[in-house]
């Protein structure tokens, strides 16, 4: 079952921040989180595992609350550059597992 | 390295006709997939493979075949085009599918008529 992210949609100013949320009805085993350029391909930002590590990037972080099957993307000091739609991929099924279920996106548009 | 590189980048079908997507990359990964991605629906896995001569389906398999004979290449071939094929179309990789990180492929834009 597809995960579910909030917002939809945000804008922001430079310098602003963001929570982009994703949830699952599902117990997970991890969270990827992807970013979008209008046109472009899927890029990776982080993976967060059941257990609490995490492998990615340096100027985004994110959590991952097992219990409730949810992550959170937070997004710090926006620049320009992170314009673009946020995706969270889930997987379920835990090592060995191959299938990440993906949310709609969450839109994210920074101006100046 | 090139990455995942996709062929083609556009194309344009009648409906019924079939052809086939390419995929390729030189990483030397395992796990490569197909997703396909339509206005506000994300990503949704097609077909996937964990090593050559391995394939699985995803969640939306239906009207599409793969194969794998060689670690590189995973073509994506539509048997019988439909205007409800009309989509993005992605290729991914990684080392070994699972909790490693996924590599795109730059897209196949796909009209059906």
């Known amino acids: 079952q597809q995960p579910v992210q909030s917002p939809q949609a945000v804008i922001l100013r430079e310098g602003e921040d963001a929570v982009i949320n994703c949830s699952s009805s599902k117990a997970l085993y991890s969270v990827h989180w992807y970013r979008q350029k209008h046109g472009e391909a899927p890029v990776f930002l982080m993976i967060l595992l059941k257990g609490g590590e995490q492998k990615g990037h340096d100027k985004i972080s994110a959590s991952f609350n097992e219990k409730k099957q949810q992550s959170s993307l937070y997004l710090t000091a926006s620049q320009l550059s992170y314009s673009g739609t946020y995706f969270c991929g889930t997987d379920s099924a835990g090592a060995g597992s191959y299938q990440l279920t993906f949310g709609k996106g969450t839109k994210l548009s920074v101006i100046p | 390295n090139a990455g995942v590189t996709q062929t083609p980048k556009f194309q344009v079908l009648k409906t019924g006709q079939s052809m086939t997507l390419q995929c390729a990359q030189d990483m030397n990964h395992e796990y490569m997939s197909w997703y396909r991605q339509d206005p506000g629906m994300g990503l949704r896995l097609i077909h996937y493979s964990v090593g050559a001569g391995i394939t699985d389906q995803g969640e939306v398999p239906n009207g599409y075949n793969v194969s794998r004979s060689t670690t590189e290449d995973f073509p994506l071939r539509l048997l019988s085009a439909a205007p409800s094929q009309t989509s993005v179309y992605f290729c991914?990789?990684?080392?070994?599918?699972?909790?490693?990180?996924?590599?795109f492929g730059p897209g196949t834009r796909l009209l059906v008529l």
């Open positions: 991914a990789s990684s080392y070994s599918g699972g909790i490693e990180t996924q590599y």
